[in-house]
């Protein structure tokens, strides 16, 4: 297998939370970290074109735009507040030239059991933002959760489920629409490795490496840093690649009793020595 070719990693800035987007952008440049995924607020907290500016001057790839989706709603006002949402952010994917807009669907609507419903408002919120998405040139990629999310961040949960949903709304794979691969959500699948060869190139649109603790502390926020963990990192990456994948492997971590704490610059330092042994 190909070693990790370090001009492919890429930092989801929520890895370096304490940093602005300006400083995470210089200390990606500082590293020789050559891809960046950026996340919403920090990017409105900079405004969209000093960011723009800030990133082209340091010769930076955007890997991403952190997120869309959050389609279901208790009622018609909730669904359309987060389709104009969704628009928003497609624009500013486009502005940054973000090679995808990382979708985090939703799970249920506040007071609702009904998750056939949730998945099926899913649907029917991608199927409205596509077409602005083609016309913008933004891919989306639909990011399924480990399950244990279901509830409150995404009913979207596995591989297979995002693709019958890509097969549904893009059945020509035009390459608007595809899927994340983030290993903590879907390393445990064991249908992962046919549903990663059945995405194939035209739906592989982001790659995304943390691990796995044993034992976790937090549903969300306890994320290890790679090598710390179980997650087979080197098998996922063959895989992606092998079917084609050409992009960067992004590493994020939500971490706060950790990573979160700690120096950024430290961080980004270990993470490229992992990104070179354990990855
Ligand atoms: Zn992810």
Redesign the pocket.
């Known amino acids: 297998m190909k070693p990790a070719d370090p001009a492919r990693l890429s930092l ?1 800035t929520i890895t370096t939370k304490k940093w602005t987007l300006a400083q995470a952008i210089e200390g990606c440049a500082r590293h020789g970290i050559r891809g960046i995924t950026v996340w919403r607020d920090r990017l409105q907290e900079m405004g969209v074109s000093a960011a723009v500016q800030s990133i082209k001057a340091h010769g930076l790839a955007v890997t991403g735009l ?1 997120r869309g989706g959050m389609f279901p709603a208790p009622d018609a006002v909730g669904r359309k507040a987060a389709i104009d949402d969704n628009l928003r952010a497609i624009e500013e994917a486009q502005a940054l030239g973000a090679s995808c807009l ?1 979708l985090v669907v939703g799970g249920l609507p506040a007071g609702s059991k009904d998750i056939a419903g949730a998945r099926e408002q899913v649907r029917d919120g991608i199927a409205a933002i596509l077409p602005h998405a083609k016309a913008a040139k933004v891919p989306l990629a639909i ?1 399924p959760l480990h399950p244990m999310q279901a509830a409150d961040r995404a009913c979207i949960n596995t591989l297979g489920q995002a693709l019958d949903v890509c097969d549904l709304l893009d059945p020509g794979k035009t390459g608007a629409l595809g899927v ?1 691969v ?1 290993v ?2 879907v390393w445990w699948d064991p249908q992962l490795e046919a549903q990663i060869a059945r995405a194939g190139k035209a739906r592989l649109l ?1 790659h ?1 490496i943390c691990d796995w603790l044993v034992p976790t502390k937090d549903l969300a926020f306890d994320r290890g840093m790679m090598g710390d963990g179980i997650i087979d990192l080197p098998r996922i990456r063959a895989l992606v690649e092998g079917a084609g994948y050409a992009g960067y492997s ?1 590493v ?1 971590i939500f971490s706060e009793p950790d990573w979160w704490q700690r120096d950024p610059d430290q961080v980004l330092r270990i993470m490229k020595e992992r990104y070179a042994t354990c990855c």
Do not use: F, K, V
């Open positions: 989801n952190c990382i990011e994340a983030d903590y959500h982001a995304h992004e994020e």
